[in-house]
């Protein structure tokens, strides 16, 4: 894409320039946790709801201080 060019350096390119719309498979110790922009072997559903129940919990915490 226009944003990733000129290519001067791989690791100033990659930190600085790219997007997380450039990124369409993730691999982490040979195995593949992000293929095609969808997350793989995570229970979205799942991890939304552990969220909203700590985001509950902070903010009753917060709430009480």
């Known amino acids: 894409k ?4 000129p290519l001067f350096n791989v690791y100033s390119q990659i930190v600085y320039s790219l997007k997380s719309s ?5 691999i982490i110790n040979g195995k593949v946790v992000m293929d095609n922009r969808e997350v793989v072997n995570i229970d979205e559903k799942a991890l939304y709801n552990k969220v909203d129940s700590l985001t509950k919990e902070i903010i009753k915490h917060v709430e009480t201080k």
Request: aromatic residues 12%; charged residues 20%.
């Open 2 to 5: 226009p944003h990733a060019y």
């Open 22 to 26: 450039d990124v369409e498979t993730v």
